[in-house]
């Protein structure tokens, strides 16, 4: 849930932290905003994926495909 108004970026990374993908998203709304990601072509694999607001990590998942 966003507290203000704020370009948040969605980036893929593999486990090691190479930046594999970025998806921007600009100026989001207060309030909860939801995205989606196509994953279909990622290979068999351990991935993060990091949410970043105003250019700072404010979540990170672990993904295993």
Do not use: D, E, P, V
């Given at each position: 849930t966003l507290q203000q108004a704020a370009n948040v970026k969605v980036v893929l990374t593999d486990k090691k932290l190479a930046q594999l993908a970025e998806v921007k998203y600009p100026n989001l709304p207060v309030g909860i905003n939801k995205?989606?990601?196509n994953l279909?072509?990622?290979t068999s694999g351990e991935y993060i994926i990091?949410?970043?607001v105003n250019g700072t990590v404010i979540?990170?998942?672990a993904l295993i495909r």
């Open positions: 995205k989606s990601l279909a072509n990622l990091l949410i970043k979540q990170r998942y």
